[in-house]
């Protein structure tokens, strides 16, 4: 196996101004030392709540905002110090495919402009690849060939983004992130993009961190899970071993909050008291404390390792004082 | 049954590949009022073209009649206390206010949108804070009385009147564009160009100005019609137009001879500038609910 | 007024005025609500289950959209020949309402305090002391730490979930009868949903109110609700109690949102499920069955007429010629 993407103890850290002077008071720690690996043609799930920093996350690793520390190797080099003109060779094979299929694609432009618009930005192929090269696109995503003149606002939600993976492929990218790729569709159109996302993986071998709030849609795409809480990956392992044998306490309430279709199921749950803290202010100690139903005295000083409970072959990482 | 199914394809087909554009210009076509306001400033726009061809308003400044005279088959409107033709001077008087409405307010929206896009762009970076502030501290200085030093300032200039209006009207359309940039460079096209690598140039001029084009077009309508009211007041203070005729002129003059009771130049050129106003006003709220994107999709 | 329903719904037609024409957004439904039931409405963007629960206020937009047919009984009356200022009354202490989006439902410039006291004194003749006493208890009640401070605190300083429960104590603080809650979590965290949701149960239960939930996520119907309407474009296509609904779905499209949704499952699938193509634009309704391009049971007779609602067994109304 082979690594295509390592990001080691990545920062994402914004600085929050206050007072007369617009001083630098603290910063808000979005993402606060996060590190993981992606295989060839592998998906990593990240699942967290909103304000957790997975989005800055996935945008910090197209460099879509500086890094305030870390290192990010994509194929081996590290990307955090690219010049813009370097980086700009490498957003070839870095893609993002984003959440709001109504804003991320330009109202003003054609279909055809916005699938071009890769290929003339990186000088691929002459008007006649181009072309063919757009058509072709439209066959992999499942779209008519007769949309090419047509605008974003006469197609629904799923088309549009179908339309944003289009654009994202063109390139032939080895890497893409996606942003919350299905949480705005309605539930019917959510298994066919996310059908569509599996089998592009298939055909062509990209790899995805795939970022969501939902961990059903998580379990069916990805290979490994990562579950964040406050800028801190606080689980990560396989999928099997994460939605078999949640370990950290956050995880397991997750799973649990989940509402099931199934009336004869009657919920046992944990209802997680208060909403997540914070990046703001954030507790001392290990950050779910104040909502973890397992808080004991040493959760409330000291911030816990992320460690491997599972074997050498079978990862599974935790950051609770439990195990 | 089958007819049915090939009217419903027909119609669908009818609609595809509509731009923004288009669509707006579909709504603006079942506005009636609006559609009205446009023929109306159509009317003025060919009042005002003609005169520049030389087809009407060439005799504005003969004098056809010794003083004062009422309304004839000659002079609709009767001529003015120097026996002036008081028509062909409010028809001259159109081409002058078009002239000082188009410049300004194609001048302004192109000053104001550039430096708004530019502001707005970098916002809270140096740029920002040049321009926030040279639009500060222009619009705390009162405008007549920054005419009036320009004008001082000019001396004879005929254009004096137009450099103040410039460069006092651009900060209104830079404020809103400003505002505007600043949404959009965050939405999620934006991100989606800078992640191809798209360079910053393309950016603003493929991604962010076209976007801002319905505000502009707007903006620039409402500044015609300021351009028009402040070169009225202008002129009646004697501010403003130094050669030709214009509204405001003769409301000067009218100044005069309402006392004596001679109402015909004052109503003359309040008319035409009131029509003008209410029809450009008009439009321009019609051409507000069409381009507005909110509504459109 | 044993017999009498609480709630009662006939031939509801809503019109809106478009652009590009006329759009029936509710085509025709009926239904009823009983004392202290929770009926659950489900159904993707569009159908039409937000429409049909801003009507039962009369808080539809006008125009563009308009009630152009049928009558909503409350108990016995009509309310949609009230006027405006009868329906102000009305709303809130009859029936009252909960939103979506907890942000922009509170006015950011008045403290919550200030907006609960209102809506209070709009309809009992509390004094502005007495008013602030329940709000407070009502504060107490959904488990607020601090309730006297945080009467003062203005919405922003309060988290999504806390909103939310605001506005679920405000809706329920002059005991209506009804409360319709249109997509009260979506825009949630699940672990705040969780709370949210058991919040809204504990409260019917204590005032013994009946609960319209309007949602996409058949997860909450399933946990919360007695009764289920399906809706497609505008029509109920399946109406049955909920636990008939999730055994044995007879609609092919309550069938197919059931199997798509996507859950946590012992295996990973292959493939998904999914239902193919795309709900079809309410401006081009196919002739027959609405549901028909997109159904896997489809055949010509449902292409030239379309189903209408029948009981086909005593649990169960479906609009399907092929029911499963």
């Known amino acids: ?323 | 049954m089958n007819e049915v199914i090939q009217n419903s394809t027909n119609k669908q087909t009818h609609t595809y590949g509509e731009s923004l554009w288009s669509k707006a210009l579909r709504k603006l076509r079942k506005d009636t009022i609006g559609i009205v306001a446009f023929f109306v400033v159509l009317i003025y726009l060919g009042i005002a073209v003609g005169v520049c061809l030389g087809f009407f308003g060439s005799s504005w400044d003969r004098f056809v009649t010794d003083g004062y005279s009422g309304m004839s088959r000659q002079h609709i409107f009767g001529t003015n206390l120097n026996g002036q033709d008081i028509f062909e001077r409010a028809l001259y008087g159109t081409k002058t206010a078009f002239q000082i409405g188009f410049i300004v307010a194609i001048v302004a929206t192109f000053l104001g949108g550039i430096l708004g896009a530019v502001a707005g762009f970098f916002s809270g970076k140096i740029p920002d804070v040049l321009i926030t502030w040279f639009y500060g501290v222009i619009d705390s200085i009162p405008f007549y009385l920054f005419v009036a030093a320009l004008a001082v300032a000019l001396a004879d200039n005929p254009y004096a009147m137009h450099i103040a209006m410039i460069s006092t009207f651009w900060t209104s359309t830079c404020r809103i564009i400003r505002g505007e940039v600043i949404k959009i460079k965050h939405l999620e096209y934006i991100e989606a160009a800078r992640a191809i690598g798209v360079s910053y140039t393309k950016i603003i001029f493929k991604h962010i100005i076209p976007n801002t084009i319905h505000i502009l077009l707007v903006q620039s309508t409402i500044l015609f019609v300021t351009a028009i009211k402040s070169e009225v007041i202008l002129s009646f203070l004697n501010l403003g137009v130094k050669e030709g005729v214009s509204w405001g002129l003769m409301l000067a003059e009218a100044a005069q001879e309402v006392p004596a009771g001679n109402f015909n130049n004052f109503i003359a050129a309040s008319g035409f500038m009131l029509i003008l106003v209410l029809a450009f006003n008009t439009f321009s709220d019609a051409l507000q609910d069409a381009l507005d994107p909110k509504k459109v999709s | 007024m044993n017999n009498q329903k609480l709630l009662e719904v006939q031939d509801l037609v809503i019109e809106f005025t478009t652009d590009k024409g006329k759009v029936r957004a509710v085509d025709g439904i009926s239904f009823s609500l009983n004392n202290s039931e929770t009926l659950g409405i489900v159904g993707e963007s569009g159908c039409g289950k937000t429409v049909t629960a801003l009507s039962l206020l009369k808080l539809i937009p006008s125009p563009p959209g308009k009630i152009i047919q049928g009558h909503i009984l409350y108990q016995g009356k009509d309310i949609v020949s009230k006027s405006e200022s009868a329906m102000r009354h009305f709303r809130g202490k009859e029936i009252s309402m909960i939103f979506q989006e907890p942000m922009t439902s509170l006015n950011p410039v008045f403290t919550i305090g200030n907006q609960m006291i209102d809506v209070i004194r709009q309809h009992t003749h509390a004094s502005k002391k007495e008013a602030k006493e329940r709000a407070i208890k009502m504060l107490e009640r959904i488990r607020i730490p601090n309730p006297e401070r945080r009467i003062d605190e203005y919405p922003h300083q309060m988290s999504g979930g806390m909103r939310q429960r605001i506005m679920i104590a405000m809706a329920l603080s002059c005991n209506p009868k009804i409360l319709v809650a249109d997509e009260p979590t979506t825009a949630l965290d699940v672990t705040v949903q969780a709370q949210v949701m058991a919040q809204i149960s504990e409260l019917q239960k204590k005032f013994n109110t009946a609960v319209i939930l309007v949602t996409h996520d058949l997860g909450v119907i399933a946990e919360t609700c007695t009764n289920v309407l399906v809706m497609y474009c505008g029509k109920i296509v399946e109406r049955a109690d909920v636990s008939t609904l999730f055994e044995s779905p007879r609609h092919p499209y309550t069938r197919g949102l059931l199997t798509s949704i996507p859950r946590i499952r012992e295996k990973k699938l292959e493939k998904l499920p999914t239902i193919e193509g795309t709900v079809p634009d309410l401006l081009h309704l196919p002739v027959g069955c609405r549901y028909a391009d997109r159904c896997e049971r489809v055949r010509d007779h449902c292409r030239l007429e379309e189903p209408p609602l029948e009981k086909k067994d005593d649990k169960t109304e479906v609009a399907c010629f092929y029911p499963y």
């Open chain 1, 1 to 323: 196996m082979q690594n295509l993407l390592e990001v080691k103890n990545l920062k994402k850290y914004f600085p929050v101004k206050s007072g007369f002077l617009r001083r630098v008071r603290h910063h808000l720690k979005a993402v606060d030392g996060v590190s993981f690996v992606i295989q060839k043609a592998k998906t990593l799930g990240l699942v967290g709540e909103s304000g957790c920093g997975k989005t800055s996350l996935g945008r910090t690793i197209l460099r879509l905002m500086e890094a305030t520390a870390g290192e990010i190797l994509f194929e081996g080099i590290n990307i955090v110090h690219l010049s813009r003109k370097h980086m700009n060779k490498k957003r070839r094979d870095m893609q993002i495919i984003f959440q709001d299929p109504y804003g991320s694609l330009n109202p003003r432009m054609t279909i055809c402009e916005i699938i071009r618009e890769p290929l003339d930005t990186h000088n691929i192929g002459s008007k006649e690849e181009k072309s063919k090269r757009i058509l072709d696109l439209l066959d992999v995503v499942h779209l008519r060939r007769n949309v090419l003149n047509r605008y974003p606002h006469e197609f629904s939600g799923g088309q549009r983004q179908r339309i944003g993976i289009a654009r994202a492929l063109a390139l032939h990218p080895k890497f893409i992130v996606a942003d919350e790729p299905v949480s705005a569709l309605d539930v019917s159109v959510q298994s066919q993009v996310l059908n569509l996302i599996s089998e592009l993986q298939k055909k062509f071998g990209i790899s995805f961190l795939f970022i969501s709030h939902d961990l059903a849609v998580v379990q069916h795409i990805s290979h490994d899970v990562a579950v964040m809480y406050l800028g801190k990956i606080v689980e990560k392992t396989s999928t099997e071993n994460l939605y078999k044998n949640p370990k950290h306490p956050y995880t397991q309430s997750l799973l649990l909050a989940i509402p099931v279709a199934d009336p004869k199921q009657k919920p046992q749950r944990i209802i997680l008291e208060g909403d997540a803290p914070s990046s703001w202010a954030p507790p001392p100690g290990c950050p779910f404390h104040p909502r973890c139903p397992e808080a004991k005295e040493i959760c409330r000083e000291v911030i816990p390792e992320l460690k491997n409970v599972g074997t050498a072959e079978n990862e599974h990482w935790v950051s609770c004082h439990l195990y």
